[in-house]
């Protein structure tokens, strides 16, 4: 669905809607299995279900939220499953050694976001191409988190992070409104700020936005990190509802 807005001398700006069924594609997709399973399943089309199906789905839209950034401006990102590995390992053994959870949540975080500078700064700096950099991303990371833990899982996570994940806001579980408030966010950042329209001009065209004073290497730094941290934020969602941290999750992300 595109917006236009058309002006006439005399006349107020009038908004016209175009519907664009290829854009629209996969929601039209959504919505016809979301009216099958309502037919099949009596308890399909439930909030109690509805609700788990989101909550389910938090970690994936997450990975998917950093990845459109990616693809937006005109990268992949492969190591997002072993970048979400590292921070994962890494945030649960500091919590087991008595961390402060804010604190460990914070370094979690981080770690994600210095995966990210790290594949972004060899793209955009080194002129490496984004496969090939983040494919030995996803080997790098993903061996970094098994040589740390000798291949074993971290056990003994909190009792108050894994409470704090699986807590509930106004009824709604507490990771679909992580989910809600990153994509407000990352659409507030593609639509109403600078950064949206560089990102859309490198994705776009790179050599003209470079001409047009577009901070291009800047730009694609930034767009990496965000990946990194987003893959890092499902890595906490998902170790505070399995109890435990392995180096091996994320496979096939």
Do not use: H
């Not at 990616?70 to 190591?79: P, R």
């Not at 990210?116 to 955009?124: D, E, T």
């Not at 949206?196 to 730009?219: D, F, H, M, Q, S």
């Amino acid at each position: 669905m595109t917006t236009q807005t058309s002006t006439a001398p005399g006349t107020r700006p009038a908004l016209r809607l175009k519907f664009n069924v290829r854009d629209a594609g996969t929601l039209i997709g959504l919505l016809i299995i979301v009216v099958t399973f309502s037919f099949l399943s009596p308890v399909f089309f439930t909030l109690p279900n509805l609700l788990n199906i989101l909550q389910q789905s938090s970690i994936n839209a997450l990975i998917a939220l950093g990845m459109t950034l990616v693809i937006i401006s005109g990268g992949i990102d492969l190591s997002v499953g072993p970048t979400a590995a590292l921070s994962a390992v890494l945030g649960a053994t500091l919590m087991t050694l008595g961390v402060p959870v804010p604190l460990a949540i914070l370094a979690t975080l981080g770690v994600g976001a210095m995966c990210g500078l790290f594949s972004g700064s060899l793209i955009a700096y080194a002129g490496l191409q984004p496969f090939i950099v983040t494919l030995g991303g996803l080997s790098l990371f993903r061996a970094i988190a098994l040589i740390y833990t000798g291949g074993n899982p971290v056990f003994g996570i909190p009792l108050a992070f894994r409470s704090l994940i699986n807590s509930t806001v106004l009824g709604i579980p507490t990771p679909i409104v992580i989910v809600a408030v990153i994509a407000l966010l990352l659409w507030t950042v593609m639509n109403k700020t600078p950064l949206g329209e560089y990102i859309l001009a490198i994705g776009g065209n790179e050599e003209a936005a470079r001409v047009a004073g577009v901070p291009v290497k800047r730009t694609k730094v930034t767009v990496y990190i965000f990946s990194g941290l987003l893959a890092s934020l499902a890595s906490l969602i998902l170790i505070g509802r399995l109890g435990a941290a392995e180096p091996t999750i994320g496979n096939l992300w």
